[in-house]
């Protein structure tokens, strides 16, 4: 659950991001995320991905009618978005 504290000259091994990891992310936060929120999660798992590549993962998961049943983005206050979960009811 922690993390190790890296060493001085240790390289952490970072690993590429997949829609499939993301979209995982997401449905594990039941509050939502936002960009900022996706982006610190990546970074605790020592994953790496720049932010025009995140938002063109999140693109692609908004265009897909089967991952769009179930996680939905939210506008927040014009720009700002939250990608939520659906409840399954």
Do not use: Y
């Not at 190790?4 to 449905?27: C, D, W």
């Not at 692609?60 to 939520?84: N, Q, T, V, Y």
């Amino acid at each position: 659950m922690f993390r190790r504290k890296k060493e001085e000259g240790e390289n952490v091994r970072k690993v590429s991001l997949s829609i499939e990891q993301l979209f995982h992310f997401i449905k594990e936060h039941p509050e939502g995320l936002k960009f900022e929120e996706i982006q610190q999660v990546l970074s605790k798992r020592n994953i790496d991905t720049d932010s025009s590549t995140l938002h063109g993962m999140l693109v692609k998961l908004e265009r897909d009618k089967a991952i769009m049943s179930e996680i939905r983005p939210r506008k927040e206050g014009g720009f700002d978005r939250c990608w939520l979960p659906r409840s399954i009811s």
